[in-house]
Nanobody, 128 residues
Framework: HVQLVESGGGSVQTGGSLRVSCVATTDTYMKYSMGWFRRAPGKERKGVAA???????AYADSVKGRFTISKDSSKNVLYLQMNNLKPEDTAMYYC???????????????????????WGQGTQVTVS
């Protein structure tokens, strides 16, 4: 069973930066493609970024050029570097693992939350 634990959330002013992390059980990032999702109050959960086992990435249009997804497989850590943050980025951020994609990003479906099998508990990011 895969366990994911996010950290690094907090409060930041508009235009600031924040990096959230997701620590996983051993070998998770070597086996599964991963995604970052977020849920703002009163809104649906939405995909932010995804990364395959070989490092290919995908981003939501709303964060392209501002957010960067990366990982350190040797440390079993997934990152989301967020720059030039805006109030509309305020949300609970979740990392998730896609077991069935065989390490690949699912093309146009990478942001479909139901395709991910394992989820962390989330970390809150607030931009004011």
């Amino acid at each position: 069973h895969v366990q994911l634990v996010e950290s690094g959330g907090g409060s930041v002013q508009t235009g600031g930066s924040l990096r959230v992390s997701c620590v996983a059980t051993t070998d998770t990032y070597m086996k599964y493609s991963m995604g970052w999702f977020r849920r703002a109050p009163g809104k649906e959960r939405k995909g932010v970024a995804a990364i395959s086992t070989d490092g290919a990435t995908a981003y939501a249009d709303s964060v392209k050029g501002r957010f960067t997804i990366s990982k350190d497989s040797s440390k079993n850590v997934l990152y989301l570097q967020m720059n030039n943050l805006k109030p509309e980025d305020t949300a609970m951020y979740y990392c998730a693992a896609d077991r069935r994609a065989r390490g690949k990003i699912r093309g146009g479906d990478w942001d479909f939350a139901d395709l991910y099998d394992y989820w962390g508990q989330g970390t809150q990011v607030t931009v004011s």
